[in-house]
């Protein structure tokens, strides 16, 4: 892999050097960074390598579209610069070309991988009111469960709706969008939500989560069950298998959490899964009948089922990043590592 490379940028780099035209840069910059370049096709099929070469894949992927790019554009200034007749051995000006942050890469890969199932992308409020972010989802004041979803209260006068504050899950927006639609619906909505945590290695006192949720007439668990399966299949390798084990969320009934296969050690124990096999990703479940009656939907004539999942422990997983404050420190050496055509 490393070898084909290799080759690839001394190719790239003897053609650059000789391009002897604007015009002539361009056919390159399509030939090399194009659509139907090499690297995008090797880029499109990284989700059928192995986890152990993925990071490599990306590593070397990333260095090849920079040093292409940086080539191009070091000529089309050189090229400039002998037209004008300008000094070709005065120091040329530094361009910094950015890249895509890795969360929203992730935030991408997910919302395409269910918008080939029918979803439709959504995003909600990051200012709620207690009513959304609670009661409408079975979470009564003096509910126990509360606590886990306490959040950022804002010094505003409260409404009929009670007080107003950041949203501490993605999960209000679910409730806007069955108040505002008829079934059936099929919805994904990312977005940033915030609850007081302490900052370490894995929490932050913001960070990103994706909602998702259909209704309908006949939906049964199996329809999730096959719905999760094609997402962890798709966004981290065919051979990925998902578990559900029970568990509880006021909101949904049944409940679950699902785990994926270690893609670190292929489910036969590592000290990532913690020698389990298993990796928790998201919870999810049927929607609660006393959610759908608060958004004015017969629960004897509908039923949907729920899902939701933190963005950053994805990430962390699909690039096998082992601390939550990379993300935020806005290091230059760390978010170079994510390019994207």
């Known amino acids: 892999m490393e070898d084909k490379f290799k080759n690839l940028r001394a190719e790239a780099e003897k053609e650059i050097r000789s391009a002897g035209s604007a015009d002539s840069l361009e056919v390159l910059r399509v030939k090399y960074l194009g659509r139907k370049s090499f690297l995008s096709s090797f880029s499109g099929g990284m989700s059928k390598l192995d986890a152990a070469e993925k990071p490599i894949a990306g590593r070397l992927l990333n260095q090849a579209k920079q040093f292409i790019s ?26 910094d070309t950015g890249s895509i942050h890795p969360l929203t890469l992730v935030i991408k890969d997910i919302c395409r991988v269910f918008e080939r199932l029918g979803f439709e992308i959504q995003e909600g409020k990051e200012t709620e009111d207690e009513w959304h972010n609670f009661q409408a989802l079975n979470i009564p004041l003096d509910h126990p469960s509360r606590d886990a979803f306490d959040t950022f209260y804002l010094g505003l006068p409260a409404s009929d709706k009670g007080r107003y504050l950041l949203r501490s899950h993605t999960s209000p927006s679910q409730i806007r969008l069955m ?5 059936p619906l099929a919805f994904v909505v990312p977005g940033r939500v915030y609850r007081p945590d302490s900052v370490d290695a894995s929490h932050s006192f913001m960070f990103h989560q994706i909602e998702g949720f259909a209704v ?20 981290f390798s065919e051979k990925a298998e998902i578990r559900l084990r029970p568990h509880f969320f006021p909101f949904t009934e049944p409940s679950a959490e699902m785990d994926i296969s270690c893609i670190i050690c292929k489910g036969k124990g590592c000290s990532v899964c913690k020698h389990s096999g298993w990796l928790e990703i998201l919870g999810c479940g049927m929607i609660n009948p006393k959610v759908l009656k608060a958004c004015n939907i017969n629960p004897k004539s509908y039923q949907g089922f729920a899902f939701g999942m933190g963005v950053e422990r994805i990430a962390m997983l699909k690039y ?13 050496k760390f978010l170079n590592q994510f390019y994207e055509v």
């Open 70 to 95: 940086r080539l191009l554009e070091e000529e089309k200034s050189r090229l400039e610069e002998k037209e004008e007749g300008l000094d070709p051995t005065s120091p040329a000006s530094k361009t």
């Open 179 to 183: 108040q505002k639609r008829k079934p």
């Open 216 to 235: 309908g007439k006949d939906i049964t668990f199996s329809h999730l069950k096959g719905a999760l399966m094609y997402f962890a299949k798709e966004l």
């Open 320 to 332: 096998g990043i082992n601390d939550i404050r990379l993300f935020y420190e806005n290091d230059v």
